[in-house]
């Protein structure tokens, strides 16, 4: 895929050629986003980013990433506050906002939403999650994310063994991903969710005929045994048809510093894409482990401003410009490193 001027709807668009070509972009943005030099790259650029879902690191990473480029940040935020709400089509409301903006980046509670308004788009379209289906962007920081941290710890994408584990049934960045793994061959995939909320089979067929080797079950501390990356989720409740249903999975699967220490690999990495449901009835993912080195967490949102900045400097075509329009920081760099 050539990114110039395309929308982002499906990580299906995407060859391992062209994830590379992103992740090497990203790479090129780290000084931006640490803040030790500014660019205007975007100077005068508008995005729209429109959430019509719950967000709170990926539609200010969206934005922070356009404004680290220069660009300016426009935001459209709940479906009761838009025209949606009275009835107007994704197709005319794109219409519209694509006259306003140079890119827009939307989120939506239905599945295919996103594809549906970019038809009447005049301008790129990100797809920042439509529903259950697909989040593109945090499958690509996670996969950004995963390389770096087995770098890290001096090893290679090849030796993965990761262990996707909580809701696999509802979590679009799993489903996104499993995509973006098909890529790749002979990896070790551990699939660990309550029976009901497990991996859907088109997403289990598409690891396995990719070559993996796919382990599936419900036992927390044998799906973690092998890892060296750990990806939990969150039990989606929105998606689940009351709240009642989606409380029976709650707190099924705790990750803490004892079941940690216990049952993983030494450094093994936890990922999550966040929001961990820190919740009495969930700690999914306990705060005991704050500390520890292998928990890579804000390290993976720090790295979504990398990926989106890489995006949209590709989108818009200014990839090879970031240093003609750059400087150094006004202000003194803090604790950042
Ligand atoms: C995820 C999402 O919205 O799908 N969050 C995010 O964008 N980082 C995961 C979740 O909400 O559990």
Redesign the pocket.
Known sequence: MNFRAQHLLSVRELSSDSIEEIFAVAEKMRPYANRQKVTRVLEGAVLGNMFFEP?T??RVSFGCAFNLLGGEVRETTGLSNSALAKGESLYDTAQVLSGYSDVIVMRHPQSHSVEEFSLGSRIPVING?DGPNE?PT?ALLDLFTIKNELARLGQSIDQLSLTLLGDLKH???VHSLCHLLSLYSGLKIQLVAPEALSLPSSYVDLLVNAGHQVEIGSNLEKGLSQANIIYQ??I?EERFASAEEANQYKGYFRLNKQIYSDHCLPNAVIMH???RDSRNNANELDNDLNKEPGLAIFRQTDNGVLVRMALFACILGVENQLSKHERNVNWHVGLRK
């Open positions: 967000s690191r990926t999650g989040h945090q979590g679009r960045t989720t969150r989606q894409p966040l929001p």
